[in-house]
C-alpha cells in the first residue's frame, strides 16, 4: 500500500468556489479508485483503506452526486444554449449517476465483509473483477464530467448561479457559508 494516498476532506473555505470543489471532489474520486484498485489487488488484508474507501463511498460520494443531480445539471439544461450539445452528456452522465447508487453499495458491502471476515480481496476473483470494473467507470465518468462538464459550467454559470450552487453544497454537508 502507498503510505502517502490519503483521502483527505477539502478545506470548508473551498466550497465558496463550487466548481473548484467539484473538481477538487473529482480528484479525490481518482485517489479513491487507485485505492481500491490497491486493495483489490493485495494479498494483504487492507483493512485500514478499505475503512477509508468506505468512508467516501457512503458519505462523501452520494453528496457529490446530489450536487450534480440536483443542483449543477440542471443548472446547466437551463443556462446553455443548444449548440452546447450538453444535453446528451448530462443524461449519460445522470444514468451513470442511477447505476453508481447500485454498484456503490455492491462494491462497499463486498469492503465491509472483507474487513469484517479479516480476509483480502485478492483471494476472490470475481470480487477483484467487479472493483476493477468499478474503478475503470468511475474514472471515465470522472475523465467526462472534467472535460466537457466543468469546462461548460465555467463559460455559462453566472455569479448567481454559482452562488445557488455552493448553497445547495454547503446545505447539504450541514456547512455554512
Do not use: Y
Amino acid at each position: 500500500m502507498n503510505d502517502a494516498l490519503v483521502i483527505e476532506p477539502l478545506p470548508p473555505g473551498l466550497i465558496r468556489q463550487p466548481l473548484a470543489w467539484m473538481a477538487a471532489e473529482h480528484h479525490r474520486c481518482r485517489q479513491v479508485c487507485t485505492l481500491i484498485d490497491e486493495i483489490a489487488s493485495s494479498i494483504d488484508l487492507l483493512a485500514d483503506e478499505m475503512r477509508q474507501a468506505l468512508t467516501f463511498l457512503r458519505n462523501d460520494l452520494p453528496l457529490h452526486l446530489a450536487d450534480e443531480d440536483e443542483d449543477l445539471f440542471p443548472m446547466l439544461r437551463q443556462r446553455c444554449d443548444r449548440e452546447d450539445e450538453v444535453g446528451r452528456v448530462i443524461r449519460a452522465l445522470s444514468a451513470d449517476h442511477r447505476r453508481d447508487a447500485d454498484e456503490v453499495t455492491e462494491i462497499s458491502d463486498m469492503l465491509d465483509h472483507a474487513v469484517r471476515v479479516e480476509r483480502p480481496l485478492a483471494d476472490s476473483g470475481k470480487a477483484q473483477g467487479r472493483l476493477r470494473d468499478f474503478t475503470a467507470r468511475q474514472s471515465a465518468h470522472i475523465a467526462l464530467e472534467n472535460a466537457v462538464v466543468l469546462p461548460i459550467a465555467r463559460l455559462r454559470l453566472n455569479r448567481f448561479d454559482l452562488e445557488h450552487l455552493s448553497q445547495g453544497m454547503a446545505g447539504r454537508r450541514n456547512m455554512s457559508l
